[in-house]
């Protein structure tokens, strides 16, 4: 370890440099296993936050789902699963399947969300599904839906751009007044001297 700092001559790069470095190596490493988990579960998208009452109550709003890719003929009746949908293109749909059928070709899942009087209309297609659901968890889904509010988004970067910058802005004025202090020290040490 030691000799890679002396590589990157490490101790001579200034701190808001190595809090930056630390940033992006924590990003890359987010996204690359984000990456590594979308291969894993065959998904593009294998996390999805629940954004209404639809299925309540198995799932209520802010529920973060984890998605698997199933193959067509593994989406069984009672399964829930995230579609694309021509009636709601606002995000993705998260209902129950209710029914499957093979016609032409093709399986067709008629959902409902648990919480709707009536089935969805009209059916959707393997096409179209995102994932089935293979895990739930609550309440983590809400820091997204917060992310998502209006102002929400600048203000944390703000604030992790001050977090970052005012410890170096800080440690620079602490090594002025050390300085400052020393001068001092020294003149009044010659004048005693004399």
Same mark, same amino acid.
Do not use: W
């Given at each position: 370890m030691e000799r890679v700092r002396q590589t990157l001559r490490w101790r001579q790069w200034p701190e808001i440099a190595k809090t930056g470095f630390f940033v992006l190596l924590i990003i890359g490493g987010t996204f690359g296993a984000f990456g590594l988990f979308t291969i894993g579960m065959g998904t593009s998208t294998p996390l999805v936050v629940v954004t209404s009452g639809s299925m309540s109550p198995t799932l209520e709003r802010g529920h973060l789902l984890v998605l698997q890719r199933q193959s067509p003929e593994n989406i069984e009746v009672d399964d829930i699963i995230v579609f694309q949908a021509s009636w709601h293109t606002e995000a993705p749909v998260v209902h129950r399947v209710i029914e499957r059928e093979y016609v032409d070709g093709e399986y067709r899942y008629t959902t409902k969300g648990d919480n709707n009087q009536l089935p969805d209309h009209p !059916?959707? $297609? !393997?096409?179209? =599904? *995102? +994932? *089935? $659901? *293979? #895990?739930? =968890?609550? %309440? /983590? +889904? %809400? =820091?997204? &839906? /917060? &992310?998502? @509010?209006?102002? $929400?988004?600048?203000? =944390? /970067? &703000? *604030?992790? /751009?001050v977090i970052i910058i005012l410890p170096d802005v800080v440690s620079k004025k602490d090594s002025g007044?050390?300085?400052?202090?020393? $001068?001092?020290? @020294?003149? #009044?040490?010659? @004048?005693?001297?004399?």
């Open positions: !059916y959707t $297609v !393997y096409e179209d =599904i *995102v +994932g *089935v $659901v *293979v #895990s739930a =968890i609550p %309440y /983590i +889904g %809400y =820091i997204t &839906l /917060i &992310l998502q @509010e209006p102002g $929400v988004l600048p203000l =944390i /970067i &703000l *604030v992790l /751009i007044n050390d300085k400052r202090e020393d $001068v001092e020290t @020294e003149e #009044s040490t010659e @004048e005693l001297n004399t």
